[in-house]
């Protein structure tokens, strides 16, 4: 089955970065496109990033200029780049893929924080 595990999740002060994986499994992974969202308290799961199986990315605006998605193949594994990181930006950060129903992992928790 499809299995998704997400890492490098953490605590960062305002301005830093943070990279965070996605390792997938059960699937032709350079097939699909992935997808990063994101979920903070209090609020609806929102879009992040999504990365086709071209290469290309498309970012929530939010994001655009400080996050930078990408994936490699070979490791079936998808990254997630972010600078220049805002307390805003505070959340669970989970993977996603959809494969006639969508996939998640169990999440990585994101907080930035002085």
């Known amino acids: 089955q499809v299995q998704l595990v997400e890492s490098g999740g953490g605590l960062v002060q305002p301005g830093g970065s943070l990279r965070l994986s996605c390792a997938a499994s059960?699937?032709?992974?350079?097939?699909?496109?992935m997808g990063w969202y994101r979920q903070a308290p209090g609020k609806q799961r929102e879009l992040v990033a999504t990365?086709?199986?071209?290469?290309?990315?498309n970012y929530a605006d939010s994001v655009k200029g400080r996050f930078t998605i990408s994936r490699d193949n070979a490791k079936k594994t998808v990254y997630l780049q972010m600078n220049s990181l805002k307390p805003e930006d505070t959340a669970v950060y989970y993977c996603?893929?959809?494969?006639?129903?969508?996939?998640w992992g169990q999440g990585t928790q994101v907080t930035v924080s002085s």
């Open positions: 990365i086709t199986n071209g290469g290309s990315g």
């Open positions: 059960g699937l032709v992974f350079s097939i699909h496109t």
């Open positions: 996603n893929v959809r494969i006639r129903e969508d996939y």
